[in-house]
């Protein structure tokens, strides 16, 4: 399968906990996104990342999020102290940047709840 | 800011036409996309404007008004399997971030 993936596709974890979770993007891609989504709501952006450099960070990524995409390839979103407010399904995408931009493809998400 | 209103949710019948409408007020602008998401799952792409007018693909028809800041999603020849959200996202001119609005619930009935 050449498609985004990401890994676990499900985690419960108790509110204090730090987790970590990976993205695999479609391997020519060279930008990758981390968006989050709420039951009812579309994504809300995180951050994203340009090759291994992270380019920008959404305000809702506040100190206790962390995100790394090392050698431009995989991506890791770390949570720690979770809440249960950061109960939620966390997406990943991938695009290959060309002039003009191109469209994003999405993994199948990380769905996470803090008990 | 930036801001996209949609419909929270619609029904149709199995077979006819639906149209789903979708505003926008962002600061930059690089395209409109529309996304189908089943419950549970990803996004996955549908289309994508970034000049005015409509572009068809099968079933499926995106319009799109720059000036307006309006665009809508056409459904034709709806199947059961089309009951789904469906996301309008405008995509960030300096960035390619989407941004997207709540999305719209579509549930077609026999």
């Known amino acids: 399968d050449t498609g985004v993936s990401q890994d676990p596709r499900h985690k419960i974890t108790k509110r204090g906990q730090n987790v970590t979770f990976r993205c695999d993007p479609i391997?020519?891609?060279?930008?990758l996104y981390w968006y989050r989504q709420t039951l009812g709501q579309g994504p809300e952006f995180l951050t994203y990342?340009?090759?291994?450099?992270?380019?920008?960070k959404s305000r809702l990524l506040s100190d206790r999020f962390s995100a790394e995409r090392p050698k431009g390839s995989f991506s890791t979103l770390e949570i720690q102290r979770t809440e249960q407010g950061d109960s939620a399904m966390y997406l990943c995408?991938?695009?290959?940047?060309?002039?003009?931009?191109?469209?994003?493809?999405f993994g199948p998400g990380t769905r996470l709840t803090v008990l | 800011g930036q801001n996209i209103d949609q419909p929270t949710e619609m029904t149709a019948t199995e077979g006819a036409i639906v149209q789903i409408n979708c505003t926008y007020q962002?600061?930059?602008?690089?395209?409109l996309f529309w996304y189908q998401q089943h419950a549970g799952e990803a996004p996955t792409f549908l289309s994508y404007?970034?000049?005015?007018g409509l572009e068809e693909k099968g079933r499926f028809s995106s319009f799109l008004s720059r000036s307006k800041g309006y665009s809508y999603l056409l459904l034709k020849e709806l199947q059961m399997k089309d009951s789904a959200s469906y996301l309008c996202?405008?995509?960030?001119?300096?960035?390619?971030?989407?941004?997207f609005g709540t999305g719209t619930r579509l549930q077609v009935f026999p």
């Open positions: 995408a991938s695009s290959l940047r060309l002039a003009g931009g191109n469209e994003q493809f």
């Open positions: 996202a405008v995509r960030d001119s300096n960035t390619d971030k989407l941004i």
């Open positions: 990342f340009q090759n291994e450099a992270q380019l920008e």
């Open positions: 391997s020519e891609h060279n930008r």
């Open positions: 404007n970034v000049l005015d």
């Open positions: 962002t600061s930059g602008f690089n395209g």
